[in-house]
């Protein structure tokens, strides 16, 4: 029976699946937006890091699946 993703000797799937949680936190002074913070991981809980940037969030979802195409194109804060 071929492997799941269809690529008998492919060493990474084409596909995979992570969850991602995003929460605010509060900011000690008043006035200030709350910053957001994530996490992405594998679904078993074997891997999860964290991030909070979308730079960081790129690298993170580069390193676990191999791709190489990912770019970051920082902006500025709406």
Request: hydrophobic content about 35%; aromatic content about 6%.
């Amino acid at each position: 029976m071929p492997p799941a993703n269809g690529q008998s000797g492919d060493p990474a799937p084409r596909t995979h699946s992570l969850l991602m949680r995003l929460w605010s936190e509060s900011r000690d002074f008043e006035g200030l937006a709350p910053v957001w913070r994530g996490s992405l991981s594998t679904l078993d809980g074997s891997n999860t890091q964290y991030f909070d940037d979308g730079c960081a969030l790129c690298a993170i979802v580069a390193e676990c699946t191999g791709a190489t195409t990912m770019r970051c194109a920082r902006e500025q804060p709406l």
